[in-house]
């Protein structure tokens, strides 16, 4: 069963990086565009970013130019490398695969950025 399976969540300062990995269980992953997408208490599940097979990105206003999303198709892991951190930016972390035929979700990671 495919199964996207995240980590690297933690507690970081305001203004601190952290890099969040998702290993994918799947076979042809690159075949599958992933995506990196976030729930904060009281709010619903928001996209922050996508990477197609290809490599073609797109992220959500509020963490372009400071947030980056890439992949290694021969290791099947995205990434999620997070920068200049805000308070905001708490929130569950979940990895999500997808093609026209399916779509799966990793068990989320917690992100808490508080001083």
């Known amino acids: 069963q495919v199964r996207p399976a995240e980590s690297g969540g933690g507690l970081v300062q305001p203004g601190g990086p952290l890099r969040l990995s998702c290993v994918f269980s799947?076979?042809?992953?690159?075949?599958?565009?992933m995506g990196w997408y976030r729930q904060a208490p009281g709010n619903e599940r928001e996209l922050v970013a996508r990477?197609?097979?290809?490599?073609?990105?797109n992220y959500a206003d509020s963490v372009k130019g400071r947030f980056t999303i890439s992949r290694d198709n021969a290791k099947n892991m995205v990434y999620l490398q997070m920068n200049s951190l805000k308070p905001e930016d708490t929130a569950v972390y979940y990895c999500?695969?997808?093609?026209?035929?399916?779509?799966?979700w990793g068990q989320g990671t917690q992100v808490t950025v508080s001083s």
């Open positions: 999500h695969s997808e093609t026209a035929y399916s779509s799966d």
């Open positions: 799947g076979s042809i992953f690159n075949s599958y565009t």
């Open positions: 990477i197609t097979g290809y490599g073609n990105t």
